[in-house]
């Protein structure tokens, strides 16, 4: 498993002082959004398979198509994939016409069913896929990749999330007079500053908080594909006091 670095980081500083003595002392902090990714090759992947029949009968049509999908569930099974991993649709039917001399002529009846395939076999994946469009009466479509361990992988991304704050954090206080951090809060969605000192530092929080709120709709905990790689990101809003 390969695992990246990059993150993107939203950084809301606030200094807070105060001179009346029935408040609490207030104090500075960091708020940062910074953004963990883990990639990975997939080792599971699905692609439709859609049949039909065109025949003068309903009856026909239907029969035709039981054929079909026994032959091509038995040929799906010889390639190792399992019959729990083959779902089939409902079966729908319709009358088809064709258009000709200003006119719509009645040509059948066609049954149409769509096999959702699914194997664990990533070798085997070209073999099968690549004998399945070599039929003329089969439609393939929507091939997709993912990863039977996205559970951990997510977990993973927010460690990496973490680290990356912990490294910017520190990278900031290179910057600044503060030289030590403590972490006060995390979270996977926006959370707001402590110890606000006046309204125009909370509008600025707001604001901050407002656009990382619709940034993490897109972009926390989203599974992407690649180059043949599962990428997975996930975000954290972590806040440090620092001193």
């Given at each position: 498993?390969?695992?990246?670095?990059?993150?993107f980081a939203v950084i809301l500083m606030i200094s807070c002082q105060t001179t009346n003595t029935d408040n609490?002392?207030?104090?500075?902090?960091?708020?940062?959004?910074?953004?963990?990714?883990?990639?990975?090759?997939?080792?599971?992947?699905?692609?439709?398979?859609?049949?039909?029949?065109?025949?003068?009968?309903?009856?026909?049509?239907?029969?035709?198509?039981?054929?079909?999908?026994?032959?091509?569930?038995?040929?799906?099974?010889?390639?190792?994939?399992?019959?729990?991993?083959?779902?089939?649709?409902?079966?729908?039917?319709?009358?088809?016409?064709?258009?000709?001399?200003?006119?719509y002529i009645f040509i059948g009846y066609e049954s149409v069913t769509t096999m959702t395939v699914t194997t664990?076999?990533?070798?085997?994946?070209?073999?099968?896929?690549?004998?399945?469009?070599?039929?003329?009466?089969?439609?393939?479509?929507?091939?997709?990749?993912?990863?039977?361990?996205?559970?951990?992988?997510?977990?993973?991304?927010?460690?990496?999330?973490?680290?990356?704050?912990?490294?910017?954090?520190?990278?900031?206080?290179?910057?600044?007079?503060?030289?030590?951090?403590?972490?006060?809060?995390?979270?996977?969605?926006?959370?707001?500053?402590?110890?606000?000192?006046?309204?125009?530092?909370?509008?600025?929080?707001?604001?901050?908080?407002?656009?990382?709120?619709?940034?993490?709709?897109?972009?926390?905990?989203?599974?992407?594909?690649?180059?043949?790689?599962?990428?997975?990101?996930?975000?954290?809003?972590?806040?440090?006091?620092?001193?």
């Amino acid at each position: 498993m390969k695992t990246l670095t990059s993150f993107f980081a939203v950084i809301l500083m606030i200094s807070c002082q105060t001179t009346n003595t029935d408040n609490p002392p207030k104090f500075k902090t960091i708020l940062l959004r910074v953004q963990g990714q883990v990639e990975t090759v997939p080792d599971i992947a699905a692609f439709r398979v859609q049949l039909k029949c065109l025949k003068n009968s309903v009856m026909a049509s239907k029969e035709c198509l039981v054929d079909k999908s026994n032959e091509l569930q038995d040929q799906l099974i010889g390639y190792g994939i399992h019959q729990e991993d083959i779902l089939t649709s409902a079966v729908e039917l319709d009358k088809r016409y064709r258009y000709r001399n200003r006119a719509y002529i009645f040509i059948g009846y066609e049954s149409v069913t769509t096999m959702t395939v699914t194997t664990k076999s990533m070798e085997s994946l070209a073999n099968i896929y690549s004998a399945l469009l070599e039929n003329k009466n089969l439609n393939l479509d929507r091939l997709s990749f993912t990863h039977s361990k996205l559970d951990s992988l997510h977990k993973k991304a927010h460690l990496v999330a973490l680290e990356n704050a912990n490294l910017l954090a520190d990278e900031l206080l290179l910057k600044l007079p503060e030289t030590e951090k403590e972490l006060l809060k995390i979270g996977n969605v926006a959370i707001k500053a402590s110890n606000h000192a006046t309204d125009n530092i909370v509008e600025e929080s707001v604001l901050l908080n407002t656009e990382a709120d619709y940034m993490t709709e897109r972009v926390s905990d989203v599974v992407a594909i690649n180059n043949g790689l599962i990428k997975v990101y996930a975000t954290l809003f972590v806040e440090y006091q620092i001193q």
